[in-house]
């Protein structure tokens, strides 16, 4: 077993790791453009018009014992109960969600939720996100840790995964 420490914000509780992380999954709104399709998912009785792929196939590579919970901002609202629940926060977003990805990194940090973040915005921006790390760029593509403390030893300023040769 593997004790875990938040000091940051108010999650200043000890826990002992027990193979059984909670992860919080969240994929930031889409504002009213073009990328929303708020106005035409009606038409074909969607609230959204695509599930947050990324994330979903993150939540495939970390262990199967950690738990896992997928907050998609397009069609949820993200409570504090979530946030108190999580030990780690995910969030993938492309460049259109800048807005509500900060708001939501924002919220994360206010509750001294660590946060990992990827997805095309900040692949392209890593220096707009300084308060984040890690960041992981790229695709992401191995299975991730087995504990808190391989999370943290990612703590470099960015992780740059490597991407198989293809022929």
């Not at 707009?128 to 808190?148: K, R, S, T, Y």
């Not at 030893?153 to 198989?164: D, I, N, Y």
Request: proline share 8%.
């Amino acid at each position: 077993m593997e004790t875990c420490v938040s000091t940051a914000g108010r999650r200043q509780s000890r826990h002992v790791y027990d193979g059984a992380m909670r992860v919080l999954l969240l994929s930031p709104e889409f504002p009213d453009t073009f990328w929303s399709f708020k106005h035409a998912v009606r038409f074909i009785h969607r609230k959204a018009s695509s599930p947050p792929l990324g994330l979903l196939t993150v939540a495939a590579l970390l262990p199967a014992a950690w738990e896992k919970r997928l907050v998609d901002l397009n069609i949820a609202t993200l409570h504090e109960a979530d946030l108190a629940w999580a030990d780690f926060a995910f969030i993938g977003a492309m460049t259109a969600q800048r807005q509500s990805a900060r708001a939501m990194i924002a919220r994360c940090k206010a509750a001294g939720l660590p946060v990992v973040a990827g997805g095309p915005l900040f692949t392209a921006e890593p220096e707009a996100f300084p308060e984040v790390a890690p960041l992981v760029l790229n695709h992401a593509h191995a299975p991730l840790g087995a504990g808190p403390s391989e999370i943290v030893r990612l703590g470099e300023r960015a992780v740059r995964p490597r991407l198989p040769v293809r022929l």
